[in-house]
């Protein structure tokens, strides 16, 4: 349907789940696909297991996005070896749930410098990168939990909440350079986090979706692939929600 061929594309966290899906995506779409990963290493050798028939545009490089001096060094390292990219998925992230009462202080930190610190530091060094080539697509992973909120979320909502204000804004910056923004804000996905859910609460889940089923990592990542192609020029500073209706 799309063809990236010629195309770098970054994908963070993109060894499993939505960030694998999206990899994959781009591969089977003809680009390179550069996928960084935190730990996990037994999810990123399946997924190098699983797309072996991409082999040679497969770049796997374990990557923090919290340090700031990693992040800087990263696209060091990309400059030199590929010379430009042309489209960046931030999709790294994680959720350390508890009641705002009885959060910790280091859980409230450690989701905000993943969700939010370090998209600002992937995107800092991308732009400056991107503006050079004068085009250039940064597609921010959300989520529906911005809007909506649930009981024990309150650092995750507030991150991703923060993904999407970042995105408006910086669309408008570089939007005469050639360069769109805009976020993915997934629902209820069927990935590890609905499997791990109690079967009672995950009936609650699907009860509040009108298209009564969970959402597939691929569909995620078509909304990605559509919003990193030419036919969405003219789609920046916005939110495409992939939510079965929520």
Request: charged share 20%; hydrophobic share 40%.
């Amino acid at each position: 349907m799309y063809d990236f061929r010629g195309q770098t594309v970054i994908v963070t966290g993109g060894n499993r789940g939505i960030g694998k899906a999206i990899a994959e995506g781009f591969l089977k779409a003809g680009a390179r696909a550069i996928v960084t990963y935190s730990a996990n290493e037994a999810a990123t050798a399946q997924f190098t297991q699983d797309n072996s028939q991409f082999a040679q545009n497969i770049d796997i490089q374990k990557l923090d996005v919290t340090k700031y001096e990693e992040v800087e060094e990263f696209f060091k390292y990309i400059d030199t070896k590929y010379k430009s990219f042309e489209v960046l998925v931030n999709n790294a992230g994680i959720r350390k749930d508890s009641v705002l009462a009885m959060m910790k202080e280091s859980d409230w930190h450690d989701v905000m410098n993943v969700n939010l610190t370090g998209v600002f530091y992937m995107c800092k060094f991308a732009v400056m990168s991107l503006i050079r080539r004068r085009y250039g697509r940064i597609i921010n992973i959300g989520s529906v939990m911005e809007r909506y909120g649930f009981e024990g979320q309150a650092n995750y909502a507030a991150s991703k909440a923060g993904l999407t204000a970042l995105a408006k804004s910086l669309s408008k910056e570089v939007a005469t350079r050639g360069i769109t923004v805009n976020c993915v804000s997934p629902g209820f996905i069927a990935t590890e986090f609905i499997q791990d859910v109690p079967d009672k609460l995950r009936e609650s889940y699907l009860a509040r979706i009108p298209l009564k089923r969970f959402g597939s990592t691929e569909e995620v990542a078509a909304c990605v692939l559509f919003l990193a192609s030419p036919e969405a020029s003219y789609i920046t500073g916005s939110t495409l929600e992939v939510t079965g209706g929520l």
